[in-house]
């Protein structure tokens, strides 16, 4: 297992249009979270699945944002009709169940909205 | 109120000296863990080093430790020997809830611009 794969790693989308990214966690670590991270700020968390099951959503995921992770593997973050504002670096991290470990993140996906 | 301060923005150092980044936090919950994150240019986040709130000891790991403060809620994050591989953003983040078998989400500050120098 090479780690946390995000995909992909830069996408650049007019504004009004849909997006979806995708995650591949460490695959014996049964959490998965998504942050988002905007120039020169550290992430923010925007949701949290433990296995299939999405058990936290921050309120900066507004109706517009949908997270999935349908058989508590991968997951996919779709965001519609994306604005300008939602040009961001998307991070996904996985982590095990534990209060000790440190979540592994992915390198990200650059998103880019013009 | 801010969760998570780094109040330093940007720091240099000269190659081989130590350099301490600045980070307290603010949180009622007695149970709650301190994280430290390096992001280099290429976007990763890399997990540095861990301090849970009932951690007798300081946590080292290699050339990073932390220097935890628990009164003065301060968790600051001490490097040795620096190296030019150091130059990077470094984040602190704590986690809330650790004793209900580990909290769900990090809140991170805004992070340091760590630039080391020849």
């Known amino acids: 297992d090479t780690g946390v794969s995000q995909d992909p790693r830069h996408k650049i989308t007019k504004r009004g249009q849909n997006v979806t990214f995708r995650c591949d966690p460490i695959s014996e670590h049964n959490r998965l979270y998504w942050y988002r991270q905007t120039l020169g700020q550290g992430p923010e968390f925007l949701t949290y699945f433990q296995n299939e099951a999405q058990l936290e959503k921050s309120r900066l995921l507004s109706d517009r944002f949908s997270a999935e992770r349908p058989k508590g593997s991968f997951s996919t973050l779709e965001i519609q009709r994306t604005e300008q504002g939602d040009s961001a670096m998307y991070l996904c991290?996985?982590?095990?169940?534990?209060?000790?470990?440190?979540?592994?993140f992915g390198s990200g996906t650059r998103l880019t909205v013009v | 109120a801010q969760k998570i301060t780094q109040t330093q923005p940007g720091m240099f150092v000269q190659e081989k000296e130590a350099v301490t980044l600045d980070c307290t936090y603010d949180t009622s919950d007695p149970s709650y863990g301190l994280f430290w994150y390096k992001q280099p240019s290429s976007g990763e986040m890399i997990f540095l080093i861990y301090q849970g709130s009932y951690d007798q000891q300081n946590a080292t790991e290699g050339r990073y430790s932390l220097n935890f403060q628990k009164a003065r809620k301060s968790a600051n994050l001490v490097i040795s020997a620096s190296q030019l591989g150091d130059s990077a953003m470094y984040f602190c983040?704590?986690?809330?809830?650790?004793?209900?078998?580990?909290?769900?989400?990090?809140?991170f500050g805004t992070g340091t611009q760590l630039k080391v120098e020849l």
């Open positions: 991290a996985s982590s095990e169940r534990g209060p000790s470990l440190g979540y592994t």
């Open positions: 983040a704590m986690r809330e809830g650790e004793v209900t078998g580990g909290g769900n989400k990090l809140t």
